[in-house]
């Protein structure tokens, strides 16, 4: 016999300026959550409409002990690294980025989207890599929207990309160092689900649109809230109302390691954080070629 996992809180979606000044709305890090072990950050970019020339991106920084997870809902994301590689992420496209050991990474507007303008809507997430993962060589998987596997429920009302873990009988074509899901469900207006989660996840819905019904309790929560279910049962359950419901649903398995953090920079110790700085400023982490 299945349970469904009750709501244990809310937490409202912050907004604020990141990079060149592009705005982002941020569940956590914030005052009121720092992380969701194994999760550091997410991120949702827009829905923004730039005129020619406005875009904005997040000019070279690096990246040491965690993974990045850029997904891609409307426009064009560009992004060049110290390792030499390059390219253009488009609507639905998803880019992880495993920067271990150390990379240089920009993300800027593509230059012909720049030139034209237009709308912009995506999600970044930070995943944490485990102790024994913080150094390993960074790894990309780029996965173009075709390649995403899609399920969708008998009665066609329920639409899942699936990014990470399974959903409706349908796995991932990504690899995480860890367990994790990922998964973005459209459901249309009246529609619900009842997905089996493994009982070791930490989950969480975050709704990118829509009010939507949550948990055994059925909560009508708004969008730009993160629904942290309890660890109280081995399904989640989450319906539409009067209009359709975007929501993205992720969790994974608890790290439950020392976290220290300095901007982007995330490792289990103080002195390992001082290293990382000190191998930036010496260039050990490369540079990137414009």
């Known amino acids: 016999m299945t349970t469904t996992r009750t709501i244990d809180r809310t937490f409202p979606a912050v907004r604020t300026t990141e990079g060149g000044g592009f705005i982002v709305h941020r569940p956590f890090p914030t005052r009121l959550l720092m992380d969701f072990d194994p999760f550091l950050l997410l991120d949702e970019m827009g829905p923004i409409d730039y005129a020619p020339g406005e875009a904005k991106g997040a000019p ?21 690294d110290s390792a030499g590689h390059s390219g253009t992420l488009r609507a639905g496209d998803v880019q992880w980025m495993t920067a271990g050991a150390g ?29 024994e993962d ?15 596997p899609v399920a969708t429920s008998p009665d066609g009302l329920v639409r ?24 973005h469900f459209t459901l249309q207006p009246g529609a619900s689900i009842v997905h089996a989660v493994p009982h070791d996840y930490r989950v969480f819905a975050y709704a990118l649109s829509g ?5 055994e309790e059925r909560h009508e929560i708004e969008a730009r809230q993160m629904v942290v279910f309890n660890d109280d049962g081995d399904t989640v359950t ?8 975007e929501v993205l649903l992720l969790g994974g398995v608890p790290l439950k390691e020392p976290v220290v953090r300095y901007g982007p920079f995330v490792m289990n110790t103080e002195a390992e954080i001082r290293q990382a700085v000190l191998d930036y400023q010496a260039g050990r982490m490369g540079q990137i070629t414009h």
């Not at 913080?134 to 995403?148: D, F, G, L, T, V």
């Not at 990014?163 to 796995?171: H, Q």
């Not at 009010?211 to 948990?215: E, S, V």
């Open 60 to 80: 070279d920084h690096p990246h040491r002990g965690f993974e990045t997870v850029t997904y891609a809902l409307e426009g064009q994301f560009g992004h060049k």
């Open 103 to 131: 990379v240089v990474h920009s993300e800027m507007p593509d230059p012909e989207f720049n030139r034209t303008g237009g709308r912009v809507h995506g999600v970044q997430l930070w995943v944490n890599l485990p102790r």
């Open 134 to 148: 913080k150094m390993i060589a960074p790894r990309y998987q780029e996965i173009p929207s075709a390649q995403i």
């Open 160 to 183: 899942v990309k699936v990014i990470a873990g399974e959903a409706l009988g349908v796995k991932a074509a990504i690899e995480t160092r860890t367990p994790i899901l990922y998964q």
């Open 211 to 215: 009010k939507g019904m949550y948990g």
């Open 238 to 245: 989450f319906a539409a109302g009067v209009e359709p419901l």
